[in-house]
């Protein structure tokens, strides 16, 4: 969608946005306010999370979240599902793994069906869930060395407990 067209679905909203102020905030050079970013996702059909934090492991997280916050973590807090708890955070991970695990189990036994397309589909399920399951046990593993060591300094974290 071009500028000039979000323009006047903007305008038509009732919250209008020249194209000269949606390229200075697609480039961070112009701050978005509550309501821009509602009408913004209402002009998109998309939800305001979804502009927030897109999905996919290089979204740049928003200010103010602990460093060691992941994609995956910030969507989950912006969702109401996580608060900033080294104890939450280690929880959502233990979920995670555990969804992982169940998932795992039914791709592998797809993957030993007799049916070449499902056993096909199985064995790729499975292996995607494998780096998955790596990578969720080494953020259990970093989360619990963090909580071993007395939490993050000097993070939001440290304020909201």
Same mark, same amino acid.
């Given at each position: 969608m071009?500028?000039?067209?979000?323009?006047?679905?903007?305008?038509?909203?009732?919250?209008?946005?020249?194209?000269?102020?949606?390229?200075?905030?697609?480039? &961070?050079?112009?701050?978005?306010?509550?309501?821009?970013?509602? @009408?913004?996702?209402? =002009?998109?059909?998309?939800? *305001? #999370? %979804?502009?927030?934090?897109?999905?996919g492991?290089?979204?740049?997280?928003?200010?103010?979240?602990p460093?060691?916050?992941?994609?995956?973590?910030?969507?989950?807090?912006?969702?109401?599902?996580?608060?900033?708890?080294?104890?939450?955070?280690?929880?959502?991970?233990?979920? &995670?793994?555990g969804?992982?695990?169940?998932?795992?189990?039914? @791709?592998?036994?797809? =993957?030993?069906?007799?049916? *070449? #397309? %499902?056993?096909?589909?199985?064995?790729?399920?499975?292996?995607?869930?494998?780096?998955?399951?790596?990578?969720?046990?080494?953020?259990?593993?970093a989360?619990?060395?963090?909580?071993?060591?007395?939490?993050?300094?000097?993070?939001?974290?440290?304020?909201?407990?």
């Amino acid at each position: 969608m071009t500028f000039a067209t979000l323009a006047g679905k903007l305008l038509q909203l009732g919250h209008p946005i020249p194209t000269l102020g949606l390229r200075r905030i697609e480039s &961070r050079a112009r701050r978005v306010n509550v309501d821009d970013l509602v @009408a913004i996702a209402v =002009a998109l059909n998309v939800s *305001p #999370q %979804a502009l927030l934090m897109p999905e996919g492991d290089t979204a740049i997280l928003p200010t103010a979240l602990p460093d060691t916050f992941t994609p995956a973590e910030a969507r989950a807090w912006m969702r109401g599902d996580l608060n900033l708890t080294l104890e939450s955070r280690h929880d959502f991970w233990l979920e &995670r793994l555990g969804e992982i695990e169940t998932a795992l189990i039914e @791709a592998e036994r797809l =993957a030993a069906s007799s049916d *070449p #397309q %499902a056993a096909g589909w199985g064995r790729r399920r499975a292996i995607k869930l494998r780096s998955e399951q790596a990578e969720t046990s080494e953020q259990i593993e970093a989360i619990e060395t963090l909580i071993r060591k007395g939490g993050e300094r000097g993070s939001a974290a440290d304020t909201a407990e």
